[in-house]
Nanobody
C-alpha cells in the first residue's frame, strides 16, 4: 500500500534552515507528481509547491525565494529545503503524491511539525 512518511521537522530559530524529507513506498515514485503543503491549526491548508515527474517545479509566489523542492527518484524521496525561516512558517508540513498533479485525488503523509521561534 502507498506510504508517505515525512521527517526532518523540529524547532529552529528564526533565520535558520531545515530540510524535510518524505520517504515514499508502495507505488512507482518516479511517475508521480509530488508536492509539499502546510497547515496551521484552524487555517486552510496551504500549497508550498510541487515537482512533477520531469523534475519541473512550481512554487507559491510568497515562498519561492526561500523554499526549494527536489526529488531523488532512486531513493523514492522528496525533499523540502527551507531557508531564512520565519515564525510564520510554523505549521505542520505534509507531502503528497498524485498522478498528473491532481491534488484532489492524492496520497498524503501524516505530517511533520515545524516550529520557528
Amino acid at each position: 500500500h502507498v506510504q508517505l512518511v515525512e521527517s526532518g521537522g523540529g524547532s529552529v530559530q528564526a533565520g535558520g534552515s531545515l530540510r524535510l524529507s518524505c520517504a515514499a513506498s508502495g507505488y512507482t515514485f518516479s511517475i508521480y507528481c509530488m508536492a509539499w503543503f502546510r497547515q496551521v491549526p484552524g487555517l486552510e491548508r496551504e500549497g508550498i509547491g510541487s515537482i512533477d515527474s520531469d523534475g519541473i517545479t512550481t512554487y507559491a509566489d510568497s515562498l519561492k525565494a526561500r523554499f526549494t523542492i527536489s526529488r531523488d527518484n532512486a531513493k523514492s524521496t522528496l525533499y523540502l529545503q527551507m531557508d531564512s525561516l520565519k515564525p510564520e512558517d510554523t505549521a505542520v508540513y505534509y507531502c503528497a503524491a498524485a498522478r498528473y498533479c491532481k491534488w484532489s485525488d492524492a496520497y498524503w503523509g501524516q505530517g511533520t511539525q515545524v516550529i520557528v521561534s
